[in-house]
């Protein structure tokens, strides 16, 4: 029986984003980073997602600028709005919170969002430079995995990582993050055969799926570091909804060597990544610093 180290990502964002805090206090000189967050749609997580985003921003001492919009708005329309954002000069970092309407297609909105506001690390630019070893604006999630992997493994050279999920949003770039530490990547899928004995190689396991509990405790080797970027609610037994990860937390205990929790692991380390970035990009666009 291993004893489990909980990864507290809670407690590692609130320093984290306290240290921010601190920079941008050091920036006022050259102004203030602004970040812009656009939400089309009435979604209730995606609402309390943009709410908790600019509270943040806010706190941090960085200017918040959220653009709520009707689901009905046209892609033309959300178009012309991020135009104008890339235009602002008020405006450091511009979040298009997703999922959009059927009706606006992200792959082309995204497409337009200035690459040195992309704050997000969606576009085609920052994923090509992220995968070419460039400097690049990189995907909030997979960089907020890395900083809590790196508290706990601060080598991890030579180490075999397991992805699973390949979304562009968390798994690709978890994996290009991965190998620029010299892991050895696997990257599984639905397609993937066997993926439980993948995972039982893993020296560091990354869970990116949507399915609660998919990761048994016997998928998991002996003393791995074991993040769990999955946010699923489910019913619990008194009919209530709760938070639960990919990874079956109760089994892994006592078998991973480190795990994060969920909530209160990769979750808030997400929002400081997005600050992180929104002070990245108003460093770079001010010529204080490189991207
Ligand atoms: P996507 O739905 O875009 O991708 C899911 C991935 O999981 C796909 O690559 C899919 O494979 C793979 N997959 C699905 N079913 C299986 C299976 N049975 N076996 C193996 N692989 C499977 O999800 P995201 O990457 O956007 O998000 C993943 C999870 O992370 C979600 O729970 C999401 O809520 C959460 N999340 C959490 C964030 C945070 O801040 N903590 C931020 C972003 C996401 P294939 O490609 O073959 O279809």
């Known amino acids: 029986m ?21 920079e941008v206090a050091t920036l006022k000189p050259h102004g203030t980073p602004g970040l812009a967050v656009v939400l089309v749609g009435e979604d209730p997580a995606s609402a309390v997602y943009v709410r908790n985003k600019g509270r943040q921003t806010v706190a941090a001492g960085m200017n918040s600028f959220e653009h709520r ?8 329309d ?29 792959d082309r909105v995204l497409a337009v969002i200035d690459p040195a506001k992309d704050v997000d690390g969606f576009h085609v630019v920052n994923a090509g430079r ?13 960089q907020g995995c890395m900083m809590l992997l790196k508290s706990v493994i601060p080598d991890m050279s030579g180490l075999k990582a397991v992805v699973i999920g390949r979304s562009n949003i968390v798994g690709k770039p978890m994996a290009q993050l991965l190998l620029q530490q010299n892991c050895t990547v ?18 560091i396991l990354i869970a990116a799926v949507g399915r609660p509990r998919m990761i048994r405790g016997d998928w998991i080797k002996p003393g791995a570091a074991v993040i769990d970027v999955g946010i699923n609610r489910v019913d619990n ?3 209530k909804s709760k938070l ?26 997400t929002i400081a990544c997005l600050l992180q970035n929104t002070a990245i990009a108003f460093k770079a ?3 204080l610093e490189q991207a």
Do not use: W
Not at 69 to 76: H, K, M, Y
């Open 2 to 22: 291993t004893e489990s180290k909980i990864i507290d990502g809670k407690a590692f964002a609130e320093k984290f984003c306290g240290e921010i805090a601190a």
């Open 69 to 76: 919009l009707p689901a009905s708005l046209s892609e033309d």
């Open 78 to 106: 959300l178009i012309a709005l991020i135009g104008q954002l890339n235009r602002d000069d008020s405006v450091h970092g511009i979040l298009v919170q997703l999922p959009l309407p059927p009706q606006i297609s992200a």
């Open 130 to 142: 992220l995968a070419t070893g460039l400097p690049a604006l990189v995907p909030c999630t997979p």
């Open 186 to 203: 696997v990257m599984a899928h639905s397609r993937t055969r066997n993926i439980a004995e993948e995972c039982r190689q893993a020296d």
């Open 237 to 239: 037994e008194n009919g």
């Open 244 to 269: 639960v990860g990919d990874v079956a937390f109760d089994e892994a205990l006592g078998v991973a060597g480190y795990i994060t929790p969920v909530p209160g692991g990769v979750g808030p380390m």
């Open 285 to 287: 666009q001010r010529k």
